[in-house]
């Protein structure tokens, strides 16, 4: 008896372990859908609105449904507008690095620290351009984490199942 619930205990863990990781390239996914829908409302606000960067970055904090990018676009907004020492662009740095090892890979955080340089700095018609293009290339990256994960997710739920099946059989 004791020995079938270890079995399952071992089996169960394992499988787990496996719908973790496939859970964890889907997360990616999600933040990538996430940051294409900030880009495209903060391209509609620069172009169609004449406020204020902070006003417009609370404007999406708004708007953002997960609860770490809420807090750091109401930061950076309240960091900008008060005059601290920082720049918009020091600012954008500061909010997507603090983000990116959650759930994004280095090479979508450089696509969102390039158009930083640019928030605030250079006209509108330049700053939607450069938000169109930051969109652009962060979508081919998404478009390459849906293909991995159609990929690999069935393989890390197999394979979370198969580790602990051969644990099982090394200790019986």
């Known amino acids: 008896m004791i020995k079938l619930i270890g079995i399952t205990l071992i089996l169960g863990a394992s499988t787990f372990g496996g719908f973790l990781c496939a ?10 859908r996430q940051w294409l829908r900030i880009l495209e409302m903060l391209a509609t606000e620069i172009y169609y609105h004449s406020d204020l960067l902070p006003q417009i970055l ?21 960091t900008i507008a008060f005059g601290a020492d920082s720049s918009v662009a020091e600012a954008w740095t500061a909010l997507v690095t603090g983000l990116l090892p959650e759930k994004l890979r280095p090479e979508d955080g450089q696509v969102l620290l ?10 509108r ?10 969109q652009s290339r962060l979508e081919g990256n998404l478009a390459g984490a849906e293909l991995e994960v159609k990929k690999r997710t069935n393989l890390y739920r197999y394979l979370g199942f198969a580790a602990g099946a051969i644990v099982v059989l090394w200790l019986l």
């Open 58 to 78: 609370d404007r999406i904090a708004a708007t953002v449904n997960e609860k770490n990018l809420e807090v750091e676009f109401r930061r950076m907004a309240r």
């Open 125 to 134: 018609e330049d700053q939607v351009k450069k938000i169109r293009t930051c």
């Open 114 to 123: 390039e158009l930083g340089s640019y928030l605030g700095v250079t006209d």
């Open 23 to 32: 859970e964890r390239m889907a997360q990616r996914c999600r933040m990538l």
